[in-house]
Structures are given as C-alpha cells and as structure tokens.
C-alpha cells in the first residue's frame, strides 16, 4: 500500500512537471527516495516438490526514483531493491531469501505528422530486458518498425 502512494505520489509531480514545462526552460529533477516495511505472502508454485506452497516474507524494500524534465523530455530512473527481506514455506517449512532482479519496459512511439493522406511516418519500438539476481541478462527484446502510414 506504501508503495502505491510513493508511486501515485510519483506520477502526480511528474504530470505537473511535463505540463509545467515550456520549450527553452531550464531543466528541473526531482528523487524520490524510501524504505518501507512489507509483509505479504506469496505462491510459489514450484516448492513443496513441484506442489507449491505460501511462503511469508517480511523485511524492508528501498526505492529509489529520479526523473528529469527538459522541455517536453521525461528521463526516468528507477531502483528497487529487497533489504533483509526473508521468508518461511506455510508446508515445508523451508527458508526464503529476496534478491535483487530487475525487469524493464519501454515502449516509444515517435509520429512524425504530415498535411494531408498517407504522408505520416512512424517509429515504433518495443524494449524488454529482463537481469536476474547475479546481474546476468536473461532475456532481452527489441521490436523496432518504421512504417510510412
């Protein structure tokens, strides 16, 4: 629930800092910085050999946002990480310790709009990398199109 204020908190200085913004305007950066306390639990559905089980985790996750407005550019930063978060198996009793992964998502649409019919230009591009625990990449995706519409 913290979380979802930190973000809702988030998005609303964003959105007054883009309309805020006129061309020529020197830049204006924010960060964000919190701990807060989780305790939720969670499925995994491979434990308990194969039968799953709910796993209670508590402990602290940072969050860490910077964004910087120049003009009509947003550039966002984001870190989240688990400190001491550690949980038990409801079933088996087993041991659970977070790491830190990362999974990231950027869609750009970049239009470039002319007078009259089938003279616009699209650029479109779909960027997915996926870093497990030890800061390996373990998956990576790029869907790039340019297209005359």
């Not at 007054?16 to 924010?30: E, I, L, M, N, Q």
């Not at 550019?73 to 990480?81: A, E, I, L, S, Y």
């Amino acid at each position: 629930m913290k979380k979802l204020l930190v973000l809702s908190g988030l998005v609303a200085v964003l959105s007054f800092a883009v309309v805020s913004s006129s061309s020529g305007a020197p830049a204006s950066s924010f960060t964000a910085n919190s701990f807060f306390p989780i305790e939720l639990t969670v499925f995994v559905p491979c434990a308990n050999g194969g039968l799953g089980e709910d796993v209670e985790l508590s402990g602290t996750i940072h969050d860490l946002f910077h964004v910087t407005v120049n003009d009509n550019t947003v550039h966002v930063k984001t870190h989240d990480q688990p400190q001491g978060v550690t949980g038990t198996g409801l079933v088996t009793g087993d041991k659970y310790t977070a790491a830190v992964g990362q999974e990231e998502t950027f869609i750009n649409n970049f239009r470039i709009i002319g007078q009259g019919n089938g003279n616009n230009f699209l650029v479109h591009e779909n960027f997915h990398i996926t870093v497990n625990a030890n800061g390996t990449i373990t998956s990576f995706h790029d869907n790039f199109t340019v297209d005359c519409k």
